[in-house]
């Protein structure tokens, strides 16, 4: 093993990977050796956009004293391409544009023929809202990956949005021995291995009664990935069925959508230990 050089500096890992660069990394990890990996189809992280904001007194009409502040927000109607060529000037080629799709599970007949406009984020802007079944399709775990898990006792646990346990980077759904079934599953993993960057905090504004700021919580970043193996003689097969599935240790927080997970493989695919 060589030592890293000094001021060694990691190389750029766009943030957003198309689906099939993706699965592709989650059943072969080794393909991030490929130099022809990544191109153009992955993109960089939105770029954040600074407002300035003030409060206004509903009695004078003028702004209320040292009431200034800043917020920044994310530009997400087009994302930068990952490797534009540095000839390349046109808006077209250097950023593409983007639409976003939501996964709500509700009882609700009405909600099924959702179409209108509403306000979203804290700003209220307007948002047109409207149900669809063409984009069921990426909630449910892809073909090639459901084939990789069948054949491994090597699992890895990636976190598609930031989690929230009780133990910091570590879920409570392990016990002292590293071992546990993730909520809603009957698959026991014991974890052999782990990837996180630093906790990250997150709070709010409570707008129902109490009124104010919500406790802070420190989230596992999105992006962290944890190895595991499978307890037993069983395959890691029925995690497919907690694709994109919450995994963190509150009830609350999963139905708030932190520790959404996509499963891969990881080492030798088709080895098994013990």
Do not use: C
Not at 39 to 46: D, G, R, W
Not at 185 to 209: D, F, I, T
Not at 246 to 254: A, F, G, M, N
Request: charged share 25%.
């Amino acid at each position: 093993m060589h030592a890293a050089k000094e001021g060694f500096k990691p190389k750029q890992i766009p943030q957003w990977w198309p689906l099939s660069k993706y699965i592709a990394w989650l059943t072969e990890p080794q393909v991030l050796s490929r130099s022809d990996f990544f191109n153009k189809s992955f993109l960089q992280a939105p770029r954040p956009e600074d407002r300035t904001q003030i409060e206004m007194s509903a009695e004078t009409g003028a702004v209320e004293e040292g009431n200034l502040f800043t917020t920044t927000g994310l530009r997400l109607g087009h994302l930068p391409r990952f490797t534009p060529r540095s000839d390349e000037k046109q808006f077209a080629e250097r950023f593409t544009e983007i639409t976003l799709t939501v996964r709500v599970e509700t009882g609700e007949r009405n909600a099924r023929e959702l179409n209108l406009l509403h306000p979203l984020g804290g700003e209220r802007r307007l948002v047109h809202w409207k149900t669809s079944d063409h984009h069921g399709a990426f909630w449910k775990s892809p073909d090639d990956v459901t084939k990789a898990l069948s054949k491994t006792n090597r699992v890895r646990m990636v976190l598609a949005t930031p989690a929230v346990f009780k133990r910091g980077w570590k879920p409570a759904w392990l016990n002292e021995k590293l071992e546990g079934t993730p909520p809603d599953s009957s698959v026991k993993l014991k974890l052999v291995g782990a990837s996180v960057q630093r906790w990250r905090a997150v709070s709010g504004w409570s707008l129902a009664p109490p009124r104010g700021p919500k406790p802070i919580k420190r989230l596992v970043p999105a992006g962290g990935v944890y190895f595991f193996e499978v307890v037993g003689a069983g395959n890691a097969a029925p995690l497919v069925d907690r694709w994109l599935q919450p995994v963190s240790d509150d009830p609350q927080d999963r139905l708030d959508g932190f520790g959404l997970v996509t499963w891969g493989t990881w080492g030798n695919a088709n080895g098994r230990n013990g």
